[in-house]
């Protein structure tokens, strides 16, 4: 009975306990539900992010498949036409000219004096001589030119190999990285990408090889004086010169540089004649002694806009334009995140992209309400009626003829007002006295491999540049020491950017100003002749609209180009936020051509032997079609090296004419008229 009661008393429910245990158990109930729902949610979240990153690569197969079918198409084109009769091809586009080295080898043209090619920014191949573990099977494989396959095998790992020292401008600890030499180094950047093969297969036609052309291979990487600090670069360059004339009788050489490779030589040129250790030891006649003559290929003599917003927000007009269209590649989807981050930090390193800033200040440039090109129209004419019609106006018309608002002198802009506005209406607040510490940023992210100087400014300051407004050529400058005051070390270390008051001063004979053509002097060889070749009638970029950043990230760069600022008109200077102006598309053509319209012209404190310079323009033209490639008449930054007309020049010129003998100065653009407005001493 016991035992039974005990055993009724356990079967029956606690009810003073019932509550406590119902409580836990709808707890755990509701729990579990939670959990359910989020598991639920998450997994809904991962079949949204599938579908979307499905989309997005959906979007991006396909544009692949449509560029890769248009490139397979022309390829095919080509090689079919390339198979047809000549009656055939005639008949589709008509008779082609000879390229000139056929033309003048039928003239009687053969080799004379011996011929150097000085390659400028990017267009050298870059390979792996010692790496990370992440590069290996890359042992002197082309990380820079050729295919670019490991940009999209191992992007991070391709960002690290091409990234310099921070500090020290050199190899990293573990990392080496060098040129390839020989003719090879440069001749394409890519497959199908031409850039020098094209004027050494036609120097080739008339006899032109190995022993009489030379590549000057270089880290275009490097400040030009670590080039010879690490590899020894001028000193070899040095020494091919020397050998191509003791092996050709006598023959002075002929130096051929292109874009930053004008800059490269110009640097070249003093340092060999300078004393040892700071310079090649070559004394004071081995330019005479060794030169023929100098041809300038779309050479920044005096820097480049663009040069600005690259070390600015790591964008000129075609990524800004890319960022408007697919701003998830370019600002995060690439390299997994912070693409623009990415290419920030690593060109950054490359201290030769300093060489490419604006020089001589609002001097050469303009200031805020004036800049030398005033009168260039935007709007498509004939380029020689453009140009008379420019010589022959006075400056009241050109001022009634300037658009409205239009002042290039302000390379950056923050705003459209800010770019149009009278200086008088501009309020511009003093960025410098604003608090650098980072106690304002906008989030805690930590930005860890995508780290740029940025990351170490408070947002107050950030504002502050914005609220500066406008800056000029020589103001810019004193913006990126506030922006980037490491980078600027470097670069104030190895570039300078103003005008030497005074040239014969000691301190001119620093390696810093050698690459300035208006901070040091011409050898003193007069018999050198020096060109400035370059392309004209493209629209280039001169200054920028920017805006603050939208984004809260605080990893995100805080500036880039307002593409959405337009100046309303299809004649317009004002496209996607970027003012243009007369060019071949990357060097204005004040740039390229104002040292040898007026710098160096006769006798001058810049040119005081009396160097004989010539302007050569080579006016722009597409391909008349599909089949004709990159075009014959190209006047774009890297196509003209291509150009027949160019060509043919330099060939003559290497056979034994001069300057004279191939016509003198051609001119297209209004050079000759902006330089003389440029109030220089001479």
Known sequence: MTSLLRHRKASEPDHSGNTTSTEHHDQEEEKGREKIEAKGKVKETERDKKRNGSRRWWCLDNCCWFIGWIVSMWWLLTVLYNALPQFVTDAITGPLPDPPGIKLKKEGLAVHHPVVFVPGIVTGGLELWEGR???????????????????????????????????????????????????????????????????????????????????????????????????????????????????????????????????????????????????????????????????????????????????????????AVARGVTPGVVDNEFFGRHTLQHLMRMTRTWDATMSMLPKGGETIWGDLDWAPEEGYQCRTKDKQQEV????????????????????????????????????????????????????L?????????????????????????????????????????????????????????????????????????????????????????????????????????????????????????????????AESCLKGGVYVTEGDETVPSLSAGFMCAKGWRGKTRFNPSGMSTYIREYLHAPPANILEGRGTQSGAHVDIMGNFALIEDIIRVAAGANGEDIGGDQVYSGILNWSEKIKLKL
Not at 289 to 301: R, W
Not at 391 to 411: P, V
Not at 465 to 473: E, L, M, N, Q, R
Not at 491 to 499: E, L, N, P, V
């Open 388 to 439: 008379h019609d420019e010589r022959n106006l006075s400056t009241e018309a050109i001022s009634s003829q300037r658009e409205r608002g239009l002042h290039t002198g302000r390379i950056i802009s923050f705003g459209k007002d800010a770019a149009e506005l009278p200086s008088s209406e501009l309020v511009m607040k003093d960025y410098k006295t604003s608090s650098k510490k980072n106690d």
């Open 133 to 319: 573990p992440c590069a290996d099977g890359l042992f002197r494989k082309r990380l820079w030119g050729g295919t670019f396959g490991e940009v999209y095998k191992r992007p991070l790992c391709w960002v690290e190999h091409m990234s310099l020292d921070n500090e020290t401008g050199l190899d990293p600890l573990g990392i080496r990285l060098r040129p390839v030499s020989g003719l090879v180094a440069a001749d394409y950047f890519a497959a199908g990408y031409f850039v020098w093969a094209v004027l050494i297969a036609n120097l080739a036609q008339i006899g032109y090889e190995e022993k009489t052309m030379h590549m000057a291979a270089y880290d275009w990487r490097l400040s030009f004086q670590n080039t010879e600090v690490r590899d020894q670069a001028l000193s070899r360059l040095k020494s091919n010169i020397e050998l191509m004339v003791k092996t050709n009788n006598g023959r002075k050489v002929v130096a051929i540089p292109h874009s930053m490779g004008v800059l490269y030589f110009l640097h070249f040129m003093k340092w060999v004649e300078a004393p040892a250790p700071m310079g090649g030891g070559g004394g004071p006649d081995w330019c005479a002694k060794h030169l023929k003559a100098v041809m300038n290929i779309g050479g920044p003599f005096l820097g480049v806009p663009k040069a600005v917003t690259g070390l600015l927000s790591a964008e000129a007009k075609d990524v």
């Open 441 to 569: 940023t906008k989030s805690n992210v930590s930005c860890g491999d995508v780290w740029t100087e940025y990351h170490e400014m408070a947002w107050e300051s950030i504002e502050a540049v914005a609220d500066h407004k406008v800056y000029t050529a020589e103001t810019v400058l004193d913006l990126l020491h506030f922006v980037a005051p490491r980078l600027m070390q470097r670069g104030d270390t190895h570039f300078s950017y103003g005008i030497a008051d005074n040239l014969d001063d000691p301190k001119y004979k620093n390696f810093k100003y050698w690459s300035n053509p208006l901070e040091t002097k011409l050898p003193n060889a007069p018999d050198i002749e020096i060109y400035s070749m370059y392309g004209v009638g493209i629209p280039t970029e001169r200054s920028y609209v920017y805006k603050l950043s939208p984004s809260a990230d605080t990893c995100y760069i805080p500036f880039r180009i307002d593409t959405s600022a337009d100046g309303g008109q």
